[in-house]
């Protein structure tokens, strides 16, 4: 029999990042792949040696395949995609063409996008990474403009992970100037697998609400 795969998040998120926890990375690629999971939780607070033993830097996610443990939502998902040909080509280019859009989506868009996000929290007259952000969108854009994915063409964990680091500007406005990358996230986003991501991430941390409410925790 396989080997259970178990995602770990937190138990208990506040709203605000409630749907943008990274667990849904994992949650998505594991449901368009059709590949059973469970998810366990571990406390947002305290984070206790437990948790530093799975997670260096005290954050989620992680990962159990069996008794493969790993971190980082990226590292998880190409773990993930090595199990399943509808999370990436196994043809050469193919491959290739997803891994260099994957790690452009973390080390190109996600390495500016994030920095940007934490920046606007404390609402400053002009953010000072606006520019460079704007300059990463318009050559995706341009991009986008062209084709429907980013590799092979057909959805990949590159469109999975481009499309979720690009949802947090979106939903602040950042793509008011960016039609192509609004309708590549709207359709990354309708996918079966996305919703059903998001809402039971949703239903995680809402049926933590409820245990707390109820003084069960
Ligand atoms: N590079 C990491 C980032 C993980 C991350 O930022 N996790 C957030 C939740 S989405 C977290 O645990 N934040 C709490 C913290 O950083 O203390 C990954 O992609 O797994």
């Avoid at 999370?87 to 920095?115: C, H, R, Y």
């Avoid at 986008?144 to 406005?173: C, E, H, N, Y």
Wanted: glycine residues 4%; hydrophobic residues 45%; negative net charge.
């Amino acid at each position: 029999m396989p080997e259970r795969v178990t995602i770990w998040t937190y138990d208990w998120v506040p709203p605000g990042p409630r749907g943008f926890v990274r667990d849904l990375r994992l949650r998505w690629a594991l449901e368009e792949a059709g590949i059973a999971y469970e998810v366990a939780s571990t406390p947002l607070s305290p984070r206790g040696p437990d948790h530093l033993e799975r997670q260096p830097f005290a954050q989620v996610p992680f990962l159990d395949d069996g008794d493969i443990r790993l971190f980082e939502s990226g590292a998880c998902l190409l773990h993930l995609a090595e199990k399943s040909e509808v999370l990436m080509p196994v043809d050469a280019q193919g491959k290739a063409d997803t891994l260099q859009w994957f790690i452009a989506a973390l080390n190109s868009v996600e390495m500016v996008t994030v920095p940007w996000w934490f920046i606007n929290l404390s609402n400053p007259p002009e953010n000072p990474l606006e520019g460079w952000m704007r300059q990463r969108f318009d050559r995706l854009e341009a991009v986008l403009q062209t084709r429907d994915w980013l590799a092979a063409s057909r959805f990949t964990i590159a469109d999975l992970m481009m499309a979720d680091v690009l949802r947090m500007p979106m939903k602040l406005g950042a793509l008011a100037d960016h039609p192509a990358l609004r309708n590549y996230v709207d359709r990354l986003c309708a996918r079966p697998a996305f919703v059903k991501a998001h809402r039971d991430q949703i239903a995680h941390f809402e049926s933590a609400d409820a245990a707390r409410n109820n003084g069960q925790s």
